[in-house]
């Protein structure tokens, strides 16, 4: 699509701002009910989703261009869908995280690229990674350490994705052991693609750069269908999205798990018994890309129409994504097998308030991404509880650097158990 095929939402969105808040039967306080960490944050109309619907609008009537700030506002969005599935609370119609994404795109299109943006898609092209200063080879040393089987040689039931934050990240690659310990533990046979595992470019698409994410998405495509396993399983929750909800668009035809859906599954069989339970009080923070973006893909293809020139309606229906049905259970499910008591936050579910991480705003909006991660510390501090556990390694790492408190790893949880 291209920003001008979102002409229909851009007009038809009807100022109702719902895409600033959760929904009102879900607030437990004013202090934790709203949604969108950029309208939070800059207090002005158009960093909201209805904002950027309005300059959308305006770019399509040639009414505006694309100055530095109208760039930078397209840049400063986390992707995270918060906007996308509270909008669908009462419209069915728009589509206000396609349409910020493509905001981007169009902007980039347009030649606004900022030089961190460059530094990360040059890495993606060299180095196939969107970590920026980090080398291919690397990954691949330290993941050959695991113990894994190399599916493109062997056979294996289970193809595991490791993610690049675990590969890359010194501070999170003992969490990646802890991934195949449990795995291993719960008798599976487990490969990875060995030399050709590389980036999922998720993070590309987030940041408005859909070609380059479906050049990267399709060679990974073919290698992973040429592993032959029955499943991909990643720890990662941006590679999730990709892999579940992305790539299926492009011809993946894989099943794919999150590793707390499959590790639950295995505790559930008796596969998986943890033996040291713990004494602890957490709370889970929901990451964006497993919950309300960890939705699995729907094809469909349809038109756009009205009912008696009025009643907007799609034919046949369209898969409607209000992240309803995400990776919610399964988490919270490992987290009380481990013996750990869960105490939730006010903002969970397909409602999570973002870790600030998402959209690439981590290395290209700082100050949205640390504001992100230090409201949602303060939320987190006010359940009482010891430890903050999220599944999700940018998560992670978001709020560790705010600090403010002790944040787990769930893996790393679950392997204590063990």
């Given at each position: 699509?291209?920003?001008?095929?979102?002409?229909?939402m851009?007009?038809?969105?009807?100022?109702c701002?719902?895409?600033?808040?959760?929904?009102?039967?879900?607030?437990?306080?004013?202090?934790?009910?709203?949604?969108?960490?950029?309208v939070?944050?800059?207090?002005?109309?158009?960093?909201?989703?209805?904002?950027?619907?309005?300059?959308?609008?305006?770019?399509?009537?040639?009414?505006?261009?694309?100055?530095d700030?109208?760039?930078?506002?397209?840049?400063?969005?986390?992707?995270?869908?918060?906007?996308?599935?509270?909008?669908?609370?009462?419209?069915y119609?728009?589509?206000p995280?396609?349409?910020?994404?493509?905001?981007?795109?169009?902007?980039i299109?347009?030649?606004?690229?900022?030089?961190?943006?460059?530094?990360?898609?040059?890495?993606?092209?060299?180095?196939?990674t969107?970590?920026?200063?980090?080398k291919?080879?690397?990954?691949?040393?330290?993941v050959k350490?695991?113990?894994?089987?190399?599916a493109?040689?062997?056979?294996?039931?289970?193809?595991?994705?490791?993610?690049?934050?675990?590969?890359?990240?010194?501070?999170?690659?003992?969490?990646?052991?802890?991934?195949?310990?449990?795995?291993k533990?719960?008798?599976?046979?487990?490969?990875?693609?060995?030399?050709?595992d590389?980036c999922?470019?998720?993070?590309?698409?987030?940041?408005?750069?859909?070609?380059?994410?479906?050049?990267?998405a399709?060679?990974?495509?073919?290698?992973?269908?040429?592993?032959?396993?029955?499943?991909?399983?990643t720890?990662?929750?941006?590679?999730?999205?990709?892999?579940?909800?992305?790539?299926?668009?492009?011809?993946?035809?894989?099943?794919?798990?999150?590793?707390?859906?499959?590790?639950?599954?295995?505790?559930?069989?008796?596969?998986?018994?943890?033996?040291?339970?713990l004494?602890?009080?957490?709370?889970?923070?929901?990451?964006?890309?497993?919950?309300?973006?960890?939705?699995?893909?729907?094809?469909?293809?349809?038109?756009?129409?009205?009912?008696?020139?009025?009643?907007?309606?799609?034919?046949?229906?369209?898969?409607?994504?209000?992240?309803?049905?995400?990776?919610?259970?399964?988490?919270?499910s490992?987290?009380?097998?481990?013996?750990?008591?869960?105490?939730?936050?006010?903002?969970?579910?397909?409602?999570s308030?973002?870790c600030?991480?998402?959209?690439?705003?981590?290395?290209?909006?700082?100050?949205?991404?640390?504001?992100?991660a230090?409201?949602?510390i303060?939320?987190a501090?006010?359940?009482?509880?010891?430890?903050l556990?999220?599944?999700?390694?940018?998560?992670?790492?978001?709020f560790?650097?705010?600090?403010?408190?002790?944040?787990v790893?769930?893996?790393?949880?679950?392997?204590?158990?063990?």
């Amino acid at each position: 699509m291209s920003l001008s095929d979102f002409k229909p939402m851009q007009e038809r969105c009807s100022n109702c701002s719902f895409c600033k808040w959760i929904p009102f039967d879900k607030m437990q306080s004013i202090r934790f009910a709203q949604n969108c960490p950029a309208v939070s944050l800059y207090g002005f109309n158009t960093y909201s989703a209805r904002g950027r619907f309005q300059m959308g609008l305006a770019m399509v009537n040639k009414e505006q261009e694309y100055t530095d700030k109208a760039a930078e506002i397209t840049r400063a969005c986390l992707s995270c869908g918060a906007c996308d599935v509270s909008c669908k609370i009462c419209r069915y119609n728009l589509e206000p995280l396609d349409h910020n994404i493509e905001l981007k795109h169009d902007a980039i299109l347009a030649g606004k690229v900022s030089p961190e943006q460059e530094a990360l898609i040059e890495s993606l092209k060299k180095e196939q990674t969107l970590i920026a200063g980090k080398k291919k080879a690397e990954r691949s040393a330290f993941v050959k350490t695991l113990g894994l089987k190399d599916a493109l040689k062997e056979k294996c039931e289970v193809l595991f994705f490791p993610g690049c934050r675990y590969s890359y990240d010194e501070a999170l690659r003992p969490t990646l052991k802890a991934a195949v310990k449990l795995m291993k533990a719960a008798g599976t046979d487990i490969g990875w693609l060995g030399e050709a595992d590389v980036c999922c470019a998720g993070r590309a698409y987030q940041m408005g750069f859909t070609e380059e994410f479906e050049e990267r998405a399709k060679a990974n495509i073919k290698l992973l269908e040429s592993a032959g396993a029955s499943v991909i399983v990643t720890p990662c929750a941006d590679c999730l999205h990709a892999l579940r909800r992305l790539y299926p668009r492009l011809g993946l035809n894989i099943k794919v798990l999150h590793i707390t859906e499959y590790l639950d599954e295995a505790v559930k069989a008796g596969k998986l018994v943890f033996t040291h339970l713990l004494d602890a009080e957490v709370t889970y923070h929901d990451p964006c890309h497993l919950g309300r973006l960890g939705e699995p893909y729907v094809p469909w293809e349809g038109v756009e129409k009205k009912i008696l020139n009025q009643v907007h309606t799609w034919s046949p229906n369209r898969p409607r994504y209000n992240g309803a049905h995400g990776v919610y259970d399964a988490p919270r499910s490992l987290i009380r097998a481990t013996g750990a008591r869960l105490v939730e936050m006010e903002r969970i579910r397909e409602y999570s308030w973002c870790c600030g991480a998402g959209g690439g705003c981590s290395e290209v909006k700082k100050d949205l991404s640390d504001f992100a991660a230090k409201e949602r510390i303060e939320e987190a501090r006010a359940t009482g509880a010891k430890y903050l556990v999220t599944a999700c390694p940018w998560c992670k790492s978001n709020f560790t650097e705010a600090g403010g408190m002790d944040v787990v790893d769930i893996l790393d949880l679950a392997a204590a158990a063990l």
